[in-house]
């Protein structure tokens, strides 16, 4: 296969270049050689396992941008961006190290307190501790206001009750940052991030690992804390009442990183196609030889090559410290979208094949659909960009 990286000929981005470049090659060995193997035991156990973890903190691939003093390897969101776009290049997409690494750790580097980052940051870099962060409850997702989730405080504790639903890694996290409400009278002005370390806690429950139709190695749970009591130098943040503050200042960089997983996906997706249409054949020629294989081939490396430009345009930003939300948005809303798009139009391309599971493109087409709904459904997103109008 035409490698991915290279299927649209693009200059290479500063950012890309010389370290970042050689841990892409690192971690796309490491996903080829450790987790493309078992991959399909991981999607029939719908989840990777706690080993393959450990394997990627000894291989430098867990906490890649989290300071070197913190157990990390002092990199930026140049290095968190060459992993992710290892893994969805390699087609690995349900390995959660992402959402681990780009989105976790940096609540604990931006908001902990220096205890708290000597503590957790280094058991987060091995994989002894997995990551996950709770936000979505039943009843509140697009709206996060609507957390119903409570911590009273009890002396030096608090007092955790509530549920929270859709948590990635959420069967084998055991570092969970809670989003809930220290004061409910007071709305978003009353949310707290608590850090619950589920191997020190009583009270806590996982529900179901949930039946996805897509990213099936990846595990989705509900979560449920009933008089979960931890420590309130758990809180993040010198003052309660921070959360949301907090969340919206980190969410841009969760956003990028599913544009991350896009643009790897779009570019794999095109150069599996283009090698299938080469050789497939239909009356007497290559599919390729039809001239609509030919445009919309044509269109679709003319869209991933605007997308990758407009994303690699948005980490050159975001490294500089100056990727605003709103440019966020538009690269979460835009480059799923896209995604959608390039996969189905690849899976036709395929045929009656591409409906096949044994085809990469129909487990992409099955992968790619939640990317327009997690991390703010892409409607939100035209609504924060409307906002800017
Ligand atoms: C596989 C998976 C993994 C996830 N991982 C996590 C995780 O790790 N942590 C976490 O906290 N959450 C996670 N989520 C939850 C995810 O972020 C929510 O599903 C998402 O934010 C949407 O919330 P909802 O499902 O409650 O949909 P709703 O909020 O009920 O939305 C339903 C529909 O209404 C639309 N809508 C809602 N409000 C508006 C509005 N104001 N204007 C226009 N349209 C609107 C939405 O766009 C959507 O189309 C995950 C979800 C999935 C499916």
């Not at 681990?100 to 980052?117: D, M, T, W």
């Not at 989003?179 to 619950?196: C, F, H, Q, R, Y």
């Not at 309130?232 to 980190?250: A, C, D, K, P, V």
């Amino acid at each position: 296969m035409t490698s991915p990286a290279e299927i649209l000929g693009l200059p290479k981005p500063a950012w890309a270049a010389d370290e970042v470049g050689m841990l892409y090659d690192m971690a796309t060995r490491f996903m080829s050689e450790e987790i493309a193997p078992r991959y399909d035991e991981f999607e029939k156990n719908e989840m990777v396992d706690r080993e393959s973890w450990l394997k990627a903190g000894a291989a430098g691939l867990l906490c890649a941008s989290m300071p070197e003093e913190y157990g990390g390897s002092g990199g930026t969101f140049a290095h968190e961006s060459a992993i992710i776009e290892a893994i969805g290049h390699v087609g690995v997409d349900g390995f959660g190290i992402g959402l681990h690494n780009s989105i976790v750790a940096p609540y604990i580097l931006h908001y902990g307190s220096q205890e708290q980052k000597k503590k957790w940051l280094p058991k987060l870099a091995t994989g002894e501790l997995i990551g996950a962060i709770a936000m979505t409850e039943p009843g509140a997702g697009s709206d996060l206001q609507g957390v119903k989730t409570r911590a009273e405080k009890d002396g030096n504790q608090y007092r955790i009750n509530g549920s929270k639903t859709f948590i990635t890694n959420g069967q084998l996290a055991n570092f969970i940052i809670v989003v809930t409400k220290t004061d409910p009278e007071k709305g978003a002005k009353g949310t707290s991030l608590i850090i619950v370390e589920t191997d020190e806690v009583e009270g806590f429950e996982r529900g179901r690992n949930l039946d996805k139709i897509g990213l099936k190695a990846n595990d989705t749970s509900e979560l449920f804390f009933n008089d979960v009591r931890v420590p309130t130098s758990n809180l993040l943040g010198h003052e309660e009442g921070q959360g949301f503050i907090q969340l919206m200042q980190q969410l841009p960089q969760e956003r990028l990183q599913i544009g991350t997983g896009a643009i790897a996906m779009i570019e794999r997706a095109l150069a599996l196609t283009i090698d299938y249409v080469k050789e497939r054949k239909a009356f007497g020629k290559a599919i390729i030889d039809f001239q609509n294989t030919q445009f919309k081939l044509a269109e679709l490396k003319t869209e991933a090559t605007i997308g990758r430009v407009f994303y690699n345009d948005c980490v050159t930003r975001h490294i500089n410290g100056g990727l605003d939300p709103v440019t966020a948005s538009m690269s979460k809303y835009w480059l799923s979208d896209l995604q959608g798009k390039v996969v189905d139009e690849c899976l036709q391309l395929h045929g009656g094949y591409g409906y096949m599971n044994e085809y990469p493109i129909a487990r992409m087409f099955r992968d790619a659909r939640v990317q327009r709904i997690y991390g703010g459904t892409n409607e939100i997103m035209k609504l924060l960009i409307g906002r800017s109008l």
